[in-house]
């Protein structure tokens, strides 16, 4: 009788325990269930809510893909011209976060070539950190693979593939290894032989100042100028027979 009762107590002791450990276990499953199920999936060109951020945090949106098929069929045609010469598997499509010029929070997208992907993460990761800037990452397919029309949106992008003019030597933007930043506000300037001007986009004339004040301005020095220098790019504002404000090439 005794040992019945011994016997008692020890299942019931076994089974409160099993009864608060099942407990533990659903209380922790329906908080991650919560977590993972509130998540939301924010598409580029999207504003990610501050109250987002303060719960979920910022660096999984730093993230660098082979180019998935969506985006390659957005792609073909386009900035992955037919006679493309560059392989897909060489090129990574990247998701990050900018900050546009009112502090709003927005997914950005490029492509890049796959050698400096984890480098350009790094870049805009940094920059969204200090809230440097950026108005708009699109792939330049949105606008037809049409530089002009990207980059009179302010569009900050990398890969569209093109050869340089008269020559089969790929551009590095056709490699995926030049970087265009907040493009109307720090536009391409020449002057050709025959005294001809160039401008591009031909919109940013009012920009081609350097010394007036306006947003999103590139100057040799600030952030941007400084990472891209970091990690080993060149700068088109530092050109001698032209100057491309917006540009970072490796
Ligand atoms: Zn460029």
């Known amino acids: 009788m005794k040992i019945k009762s011994k016997c008692c ?3 019931v002791y076994y ?3 099993m009864r608060k450990l099942i407990l533990f276990v659903l209380f922790f499953f329906c908080v991650y269930a ?3 199920f509130s998540k939301k999936v924010f598409r580029p060109g999207e504003v990610v809510p501050g109250s987002y951020i303060k719960s979920y945090g910022y660096r999984s949106f730093f993230t660098s893909h082979q180019i998935p098929d969506t985006i390659f069929k957005k792609m073909f045609g386009k900035s992955y011209k037919e006679n493309c010469t560059v392989p897909r598997s060489s090129l990574r499509y990247i998701l990050c976060l900018h900050k546009d010029i009112a502090g709003k929070t927005i997914v950005g997208e490029m492509v890049v070539n796959a050698s400096i992907a984890q480098d350009i993460l790094s870049i805009f990761r940094q920059l969204y950190e200090a809230s440097y800037p950026i108005e708009r ?3 330049v397919d949105y606008w037809n693979a049409d530089d002009e029309m990207s980059m009179r949106a302010n569009n900050s992008s990398s890969f569209n593939f093109r050869f340089i003019s008269h020559t089969n030597v790929v551009s590095k933007h056709g490699l995926g290894l030049a970087i265009d930043i907040n493009t109307l506000y720090n536009p391409y300037h020449k002057y050709l032989k025959d005294g ?3 401008v591009e ?3 940013a004339k009012p920009y081609l100042n350097r010394n007036a004040n306006f947003p999103y301005k590139i100057v040799k020095g600030d952030l941007c100028y400084r990472l891209f220098k ?3 790019f060149k700068w088109g504002g530092e050109w001698k027979s032209s100057k491309d404000y917006q540009h970072f090439e490796k």
Do not use: A
Request: without cysteine; charged residues 30%; positive net charge.
């Open 9 to 11: 107590r020890v299942k």
């Open 15 to 17: 089974f409160t325990i």
């Open 34 to 36: 919560h977590q993972v």
């Open 137 to 139: 990452m699109r792939l």
């Open 196 to 198: 001809k001007e160039i």
């Open 201 to 203: 986009p031909i919109t």
């Open 230 to 232: 970091k990690y080993g």
